[in-house]
């Protein structure tokens, strides 16, 4: 007797009844999500550069001069966090709708393409008035009610990967955004949980076989969160690298004029000058993947 328990792997008859929708319909089948004049699936790498969270509106501002000064079109912030403990430290405070309202000055200052990430539904209204991607975070993967109202909004949505799923869960949580008729679905690859590996500060391994597996089953576009995969800022740089020459889509990556004072998870982001030095060696191995950055 056939064993139909559900395993890890992805069988045909999933591709057929559990994720027709996420599933590739033919070899070549390749989806591009457009957000305005910046593209996810196609021959462009977007960078979604930012901090962690929105600190101040200094921040932002901050932030999106430097993206501007570079020609750059993406931007990331929280103005809602889901930190792992209750407490916090006096440098943070949760921006909350001021975050919003700084996300929306500067977007229209610089012209840019925002993500932000929702956690609760009641601000759903004014968290699309701000931002141009929904950001899905990776503990709500699965909070099914929020992937369907944020699907409803008709707006794209970056669903970061939780840590401990499956690529099969991945795209059945995927499969709920496009149920809804939403088909601006963008995966995001944030790194898993695996037994311990090479620092105890690392809790993370970024899964950068997923990148090709993705494209193997799905027509979305994938792109890879170096920043929160390695938490280490200095295993940033060959870790996006190390994206692009896999096949990404899209790198998010975390910015800080100051990391060592960002006010959550200062160890990884990049300083201003470190992300420029990125961004001149990803713009090389994107050339040599027929791609470019932008
Ligand atoms: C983030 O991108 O700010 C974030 C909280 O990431 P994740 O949901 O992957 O932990
Ligand atoms: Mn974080």
């Known amino acids: ?3 139909k328990f559900p395993g890890k792997d992805i069988s045909l008859e ?4 559990k994720i027709p929708l996420a599933a590739k319909k033919y070899p070549s089948h390749k989806s591009i999500v457009k957000v305005k004049d910046i593209s996810f699936g196609g021959n462009e790498i977007p960078f979604l550069t930012g901090p962690n969270t929105v600190e101040s509106f200094k921040l932002i501002n901050d932030v999106g001069k430097m993206l501007s000064s570079l020609k750059l079109k993406g931007m990331r912030g929280g103005a809602f966090k889901p930190l792992t403990f209750p407490y916090r430290s006096k440098k943070y405070f949760e921006p909350g ?3 919003l309202n700084w996300l929306k000055q500067t977007k229209k200052k610089y012209n840019l393409i925002v993500t932000t990430e929702i956690m609760e539904l009641k601000y759903l209204d004014q968290l699309c008035n701000s931002t141009d991607i929904i950001q899905i975070g990776s503990r709500n993967m699965q909070n099914y009610p929020l992937l369907t109202e944020c699907a409803k909004t008709k707006m794209p949505i970056m669903l970061k990967r939780h840590y401990g799923s499956s690529l099969r869960d991945w795209l059945g949580a995927a499969e709920y955004i496009l149920a809804e008729g939403n088909k601006k679905v963008i995966l995001c690859e944030r790194g898993v949980s695996v037994a311990h590996t090479h620092r ?3 809790r993370f391994l970024l899964d950068l076989q997923v990148i090709p597996a993705v494209k193997e089953i799905s027509h979305l576009p994938i792109i890879s969160d170096p920043s929160h995969a390695t938490f280490w ?3 940033v740089e060959s870790m996006t ?3 692009i020459a896999s096949g990404c889509d899209g790198i998010l990556i975390e910015v800080h004029p100051d990391p060592k004072n960002a ?3 200062p160890l990884q982001p990049l300083n201003f000058k470190q992300f420029k030095k990125l961004l001149n060696k990803s713009k090389k191995i994107a050339k040599c993947m027929n791609r470019k950055i932008v």
Do not use: F, H, I
């Open 241 to 243: 690298l190390a994206s």
């Open 233 to 235: 800022a200095p295993w």
């Open 14 to 17: 999933d591709l057929k009844d």
């Open 200 to 202: 105890s500060t690392s």
């Open 97 to 99: 709708v001021n975050g």
């Open 263 to 265: 006010a959550v998870d």
């Open 1 to 3: 007797m056939q064993n």
